[in-house]
């Protein structure tokens, strides 16, 4: 079983990420070689940060209860 702190992380570094993108402007990113919006990048990063603190806070309720 993963470590609910890997959850935390994950959570933070997409957070950090995204503010990231804000702070330096650019149109677009090239992520594997492929270049993309910049809100296509957002949006990616948005949704595994999301996911990242639902399962973070699914586990920690399994935990207490």
Same mark, same amino acid.
């Given at each position: 079983?993963?470590?609910?702190?890997?959850?935390? /992380?994950?959570?933070?570094?997409?957070?950090? @990420?995204?503010?990231?993108? %804000? $702070?330096?402007?650019?149109?677009? +990113?090239?992520?594997?070689?492929?270049?993309?919006?910049?809100? /296509?990048?957002?949006?990616?990063?948005?949704? @595994?940060?999301?996911?990242? %603190? $639902?399962?973070?806070?699914?586990? +920690?309720?399994?935990?207490?209860?």
């Amino acid at each position: 079983m993963r470590s609910n702190t890997w959850n935390l /992380v994950w959570t933070l570094i997409g957070a950090v @990420i995204i503010m990231m993108t %804000f $702070v330096n402007t650019s149109d677009s +990113k090239i992520v594997f070689g492929i270049e993309i919006d910049i809100w /296509v990048y957002r949006g990616l990063w948005g949704l @595994i940060t999301v996911a990242s %603190f $639902v399962s973070y806070l699914k586990r +920690k309720k399994e935990e207490a209860g």
